[in-house]
């Protein structure tokens, strides 16, 4: 059983920073795309940033310069580094990874359960 825990949201002033951490864990032959999404009240769930094991990154365009992902692939993690955050990133935040669990080389999306970011004055 493939299980995503993250951690490290919270409720921060605008212009703060915050760090999300996910682990990936359990009968695990592969970790591929990692990513984090979003949610927020009445939205749908976006795109925040991506990684591929090879270290290529994409970010959606309302956090380029203020986001930063990265990956350790020997500890199957992936971290979201958010600086300057702003009120609209407010939302519960998802990690994302494509993990061959069953299969060696067949990788399946997994999610985890999500952790709040509030940003507020």
């Known amino acids: 059983q493939v299980q995503l825990v993250e951690s490290g949201g919270g409720l921060v002033q605008p212009g703060g920073s915050l760090r999300l951490s996910c682990a990936a864990s359990g009968s695990i032959f592969n970790v591929y795309d990692m990513a984090w999404y979003r949610q927020a009240p009445g939205k749908q769930r976006e795109l925040v940033a991506g990684?591929?094991?090879?270290?290529?990154?994409n970010y959606a365009d309302s956090v380029k310069g203020r986001f930063t992902i990265s990956r350790d692939n020997a500890k199957n993690t992936v971290a979201l580094q958010m600086n300057s955050l702003k009120p609209e990133d407010t939302a519960v935040y998802y990690c994302?990874?494509?993990?061959?669990?069953?299969?060696?080389?067949?990788?399946?999306?997994?999610w985890g359960k999500g952790t709040q970011v509030t940003v507020s004055s």
């Open positions: 990684i591929t094991s090879g270290g290529i990154t």
């Open positions: 994302n990874a494509e993990i061959a669990a069953t299969i060696p080389g067949y990788g399946m999306p997994y």
